[in-house]
C-alpha cells in the first residue's frame, strides 16, 4: 500500500533552517505530484508547496516564497522541502501530500520556530 513518511521536524530558533523528507512507496513514485502542506495552531490545512511529476514544474504559497524551496529525487522516492529563514508562524505540522490517482496523506511531522 502507500506508505509516505515524513521526517525532519523539531526545533529551531527564528532565522533558522531545516530540511523535510518525505520518503514515498506504494506506486510510481515519478508520476506522482508531491506537495507539503502544513496545519498550524487553530488554522487550517494550507499547502506550502508542491512539485510536479514529468517537468517539475514548482509552485509556492505566498508566505512562503523565496525562503522554502521544494525539490523531489525520484531515484530515492523523496521529496524534500529545504526552509530558511524560519519565522515563528511557520510553526505547523507539516504534511507530505502525493496525488496518483487519489490523494494520499503522510502522518505529518511538527515544525516549531521558538526562541
Known amino acids: 500500500q502507500v506508505q509516505l513518511v515524513e521526517s525532519g521536524g523539531g526545533l529551531v530558533q527564528p532565522g533558522g533552517s531545516l530540511r523535510l523528507s518525505c520518503a514515498a512507496s506504494?506506486?510510481?513514485?515519478?508520476?506522482?505530484?508531491m506537495s507539503w502542506y502544513r496545519q498550524g495552531p487553530g488554522k487550517e490545512r494550507e499547502l506550502v508547496a508542491s512539485?510536479?511529476?514529468?517537468?517539475?514544474?514548482?509552485n509556492y504559497g505566498d508566505s512562503v516564497k523565496g525562503r522554502f524551496t521544494i525539490s523531489r529525487d525520484n531515484a530515492k522516492n523523496t521529496v524534500y522541502l529545504q526552509m530558511n529563514s524560519l519565522k515563528t508562524e511557520d510553526t505547523a505540522v507539516y504534511y507530505c501530500?502525493?496525488?496518483?490517482?487519489?490523494?494520499?496523506w503522510g502522518q505529518g511531522t511538527q515544525v516549531t520556530v521558538s526562541s
Open positions: 506504494g506506486f510510481t513514485f515519478s508520476a506522482g505530484v
Open positions: 512539485i510536479g511529476s514529468v517537468y517539475g514544474r514548482t
Open positions: 501530500k502525493a496525488q496518483y490517482i487519489r490523494e494520499y
